[in-house]
Each structure stands twice: as structure tokens, then as C-alpha cells.
């Protein structure tokens, strides 16, 4: 079907929808109403019963046009349908039952008494009724397998119309076709066995019709086999008779007459009523699979979205434990630097102290004695004397103290000393006016970060000339660390040392950024830039630098 036939057929089938109120106005009287269709059909049959004892030949010519136009209606249906009809299966039928009608026209024109074509008596309206009856059993078997495949209205039509073509000049120009009645000696062998071949054939197509009774409603589908089942016992009376007058000749176009009630029920009653159920019933299947499939994929969505919200949570909470691992890592080693730095500060330093007076003392006594060893002493004394001074240096870079306002102005610029005393490279530190910081926690990161970059120039850089620079207000401050060394060496994919790391986690901490480039002159600049305040929600060391256990 055209996309644009489609989009008219999903209009006129929502348009012809019944609401939820029609629905249950029309189930509230269902015993009343069927009650009353049986009693019609009950009456009109006694009224052709009673035609019957009238006139055999009014009897037969009603019988036969009921069915006549119950086989145009339903071709007039299908045919108009044809570029909106998602069903195959009634187009196919439509097509067929208009040459069924056409040759039970002349089959009605040929029955016995009605001389409209003299010279042929009884049997040419028995060979009219059996090609009519092949034609309609034949297209039942076929029909269902056009239900989901492509149909080509116009080369079906020809075929059928070169097929009833090629019948009625059989019977009416050649007169090839076998002989069905003899009169006086009734139905000839050939005209029985076609009953029973056609009465097969009908019940064969029960079968496709059967696996296909998903692409039908169910009233439709019940009335459609009703009426199959029907014309079976219609044919079978159809073997019966011997006089084209006789009971079991009545009875046949009787259950006819009740088959094709079955295919109006089903076919033109529905087609009109409720046109979506017969003709639209592929696109409302697919309605209802895609609601269906919707609703499958919200419930799956929201399966997704709540495993997706857990599965956020844990990562939140993960993070959150892994920031706090961090965060006490951080603590822990501002708390070992510290407890070394005191324990070189008071402990070592203090030993060496002691050595350095009792040296001093000995270097006295040995020079007053007038002995040559004494001025050996006297160098012991000066090693020791620059031991402590190291000592104290190095304590004091391992913990540079209570910082706090302009602090790290102080303690950068100790560190400065500490590396061109130890390392031996030149090391400044440049400031334009001190910074005032309000948070320890700020002095004591950039500090730390200071120190590290100082130590990556030193052990990776191989530099030999070191410049720190910090420059601020009271709303940014940013601390430099410049060196020539050999430069940043390419590290291998996906891995960062330890000491940047260290570096981009404090700078993240104060709320800033960390950045390591090239420096214009060869070696490397280490930049961090952060709130000269602090973060608004400090996750590092708090108050004076003290460590939170």
C-alpha cells in the first residue's frame, strides 16, 4: 500500500473507531440484538419457504439474487478499498465473488422454466451452478495466501475474467463442457463428483485460512469458516436431488442463501460498520504491537533508568571514598613530613648540637695545650656547624611551620636557600608585593606544589637554574616554577607520575588548575593558578595546617 494511502487508511480507521461509550452501549443489548437477527432470518426464510410452495421459479430467482448481490457488494467493497486495504485476503475474495455472481446470474436466467436461453432445459443451469461453484471454492483455497503478500488488482481481475471467459464459452459456444442433468434421469456421475470435489476443496481451505486466522478479527474469522462449513452441506444436498424441483434442490439454495448471510455478516456488514476491523485490521495489529512494544520499552527504560541511578550512586559513593582516601593520604603525608621534620629539627639537630659544643670545647683545649690536632678540630667543628645549619634547612622545608597571612612568602623563599645550599643548582624566588592568604590550607598546597615542581626540575629536569614567582591579589594568586632543564619527556600512553598527579590533585583541592608546558627558553614552567581565598568547600588540611585524625 502507498505511504499516503497508509497515513488515510490510520485517519478514516481512527475516525470510524467506536468510542468506549458506543462500545458499552452496544454490549449492553448483545442477547437482544442477536435475538432479534435470528428471529429476521428465521421469518425471511419461512417467507422463501412459502415462495417456494408459490412459485419454485420466484423461490429460486430470490435465493440466487441474495446471493447475487451479496457477491457485488462484496466486490464493490474491496474493489473501492483497493489503495487503502491492508488485506489482501478480501481484495482477492472481492475480485473472485464478482465473476461468482456474474455466472450465477446466468445461472439464474438459465433455470428451468425461466426460457430466456430456449434449447438447452435443465442441464445448462447445472453446468452454470457447478462453474460457479468451482470459481468460489477455488478462490477460498487461494485467498488466504494472498492475506500478507502483494496483490496485483488489475492482472487478478484479468485472470478471473479470462477463466469465467474461457467456462462460459465452454458451455455456451464450444459445448465441450461435460453434461451435469438429464432429464428425467437427474444428476449425471461428472456433476456429483464435482460436488464432492468442490465440498474438498472448500474443506481444504479451511486449513490456510485457519494459519492465517491471525490477520482476521475473530467475529470475521468465525464467520467466514460458518459459511465454508455451510456451503459444504450445501453441495452435499446438491448430490441429492432428481427433480431441479425437488426438496433437496430447495434445501441447497436454503443452506447457499445461509452461507452467503455468513459472508455478508462477515465481509459487508463488518466492511461497513466497522471498516477498521475488516479492512485496517494488519494496521490496527500493528497499532496495538507497537503500543504493546512501547510499553515494553518505558517499563525497560525504567528498568535501565533505576539500574542506571543505583549504578550512579555507587559511583558517587566511590568517588566521594576515593576523594576521602585522597584527602587522607594528603593528611597522613603532611603529617609524616611534620613528625620527620621535628624529629630532624629536635632530635637529630639537637645531637648535632651537642657534638658541635663539645667539638668547639675540644678545639679550645687542644689549641691552648698548643697541639697540631687542633686545627683539625676546629674543621670538625665547621662541618658540624654547616651539618646543623642543613639539617635545619631541610626540617624546615619537610615542615615549614605556622603559616599563615604572608607565610608562604617566607617559606618559599627558605626553600629557595635549602636547594641552592643542598643541590648546589641556583634557585630564586620572586615576588612584587607579599600575598595574604586567610586559609593555611592554601599556603600549605601551593607550598607543597612549589616543592615538587622544585624537585621534578632538580631529579628530572636536570636543571641548573630555578625560578619561583608568585603573583596575587586578594581574589587569584598564581605560583610559577620555571626551569632549564631538558624540558617535559614524553610519557608512555596513559601514564602520569605521581608527582603531577600529587600536584593536579592539590590544585583541584584549592578550587584551581595545575599546568605543565614547555617553557619559552627550554626546560619546563609548572603553573598553579587558584582562589586566593580558598575553595568555597576546602577538602584539604583545614585551620593552621594541623592534621584532622
Excluded at 616543592?451 to 626540575?457: G, I, L, T
Amino acid at each position: 500500500m502507498p505511504e499516503a494511502s497508509r497515513v488515510r487508511a490510520g485517519e478514516a480507521m481512527a475516525s470510524t473507531q467506536v468510542s468506549p461509550e458506543s462500545v458499552g452501549a452496544e454490549s449492553a443489548t448483545p442477547v437482544a440484538g442477536r435475538l432479534a437477527a435470528v428471529l429476521i432470518c428465521v421469518a425471511a426464510f419461512a417467507a422463501l419457504y412459502a415462495s417456494s410452495t408459490y412459485s419454485y421459479l420466484l423461490f429460486h430467482s430470490l435465493a440466487e439474487l441474495f446471493s447475487v448481490l451479496v457477491a457485488l457488494s462484496i466486490f464493490v467493497i474491496a474493489w473501492n478499498a483497493r489503495d487503502i486495504i491492508d488485506n489482501n485476503h478480501l481484495l482477492f475474495l472481492g475480485i473472485a465473488y464478482l465473476f461468482v455472481g456474474a455466472v450465477d446470474v446466468f445461472h439464474t436466467l438459465a433455470y428451468s422454466g425461466m426460457n430466456v436461453f430456449p434449447g438447452y432445459g435443465s442441464n445448462l443451469a447445472t453446468q452454470l451452478w457447478v462453474s460457479a461453484r468451482f470459481i468460489e471454492s477455488v478462490s477460498f483455497l487461494l485467498a488466504p495466501f494472498f492475506l500478507n503478500r502483494r496483490l496485483l488488482p488489475g492482472a487478478v481481475l484479468a485472470v478471473y475474467a479470462a477463466a469465467t471467459s474461457i467456462l462460459l464459452a465452454s458451455i455456451f459456444y464450444w459445448r465441450v463442457f461435460p453434461t451435469c442433468y438429464v432429464e428425467g434421469a437427474g444428476l449425471t456421475t461428472f456433476k456429483k463428483v464435482c460436488e464432492y470435489i468442490i465440498a474438498s476443496l472448500l474443506l481444504v481451505s479451511l486449513v490456510p485460512l485457519y494459519k492465517k486466522r491471525g490477520g482476521f478479527e475473530k467475529s470475521v474469522f468465525h464467520l467466514m469458516v460458518a459459511s465454508v462449513v455451510v456451503t459444504i452441506a450445501s453441495e452435499m444436498a446438491f448430490t441429492l436431488y432428481v427433480s431441479v424441483y425437488a426438496f433437496w434442490n430447495m434445501a441447497g439454495h436454503l443452506l447457499k442463501i445461509l452461507s452467503f448471510l455468513f459472508l455478508y455478516r462477515a465481509l459487508v456488514y463488518t466492511g461497513i460498520r466497522k471498516p477498521y476491523s475488516l479492512l485496517f485490521h494488519s494496521l490496527r495489529s500493528s497499532e496495538e504491537q507497537l503500543r504493546r512494544a512501547y510499553a515494553d520499552l518505558e517499563e525497560r527504560i525504567q528498568e535501565r533508568t533505576a539500574d542506571l541511578s543505583k549504578k550512579n550512586i555507587a559511583l558517587r559513593e566511590e568517588i566521594a571514598e576515593r576523594k576521602r582516601l585522597e584527602r587522607q593520604i594528603i593528611e597522613i603525608s603532611e603529617v609524616e613530613q611534620r613528625r620527620i621534620g621535628q624529629d630532624l629539627h629536635d632530635g637529630v639537630g639537637q645531637h648535632l648540637t651537642g657534638i658541635l659544643f663539645k667539638s668547639g670545647l675540644l678545639a679550645q683545649t687542644l689549641s691552648e695545650r698548643g697541639l697540631a690536632e687542633a686545627e683539625a678540630m676546629e674543621e670538625v667543628e665547621s662541618l658540624v656547624g654547616e651539618a646543623i645549619l642543613q639539617i635545619r634547612r631541610l626540617a624546615k622545608g619537610l615542615w615549614p611551620g605556622d603559616l599563615k597571612g604572608d607565610g608562604l612568602m617566607a617559606a618559599l623563599q627558605e626553600l629557595a636557600l635549602v636547594v641552592t645550599d643542598v643541590f648546589h643548582v641556583g634557585c630564586v624566588f620572586r615576588y612584587h608585593s607579599p600575598v595574604e592568604f586567610c586559609d593555611s590550607t592554601v599556603i600549605i598546597h601551593l607550598y607543597r606544589i612549589a616543592q615538587e615542581a622544585v624537585n621534578n626540575a632538580i631529579k628530572h629536569g636536570k636543571a641548573k637554574n630555578i625560578t619561583i614567582t608568585v603573583v596575587g591579589d586578594e581574589d587569584q594568586t598564581t605560583l610559577a616554577v620555571e626551569d632549564d632543564g631538558v624540558g617535559l619527556s614524553a610519557p608512555s600512553a596513559g601514564q602520569e607520575g605521581m608527582g603531577l598527579r600529587i600536584m593536579n590533585y592539590r590544585a583541584r583541592m584549592l578550587g584551581g588548575v595545575c599546568d605543565i608546558r614547555h617553557a619559552p627558553g627550554g626546560g619546563a614552567v609548572v603553573t598553579c593558578t587558584c582562589p586566593t581565598k580558598g575553595p568555597r568547600n576546602s577538602e584539604g588540611p583545614q585551620g593552621d595546617g594541623e592534621s584532622h585524625d
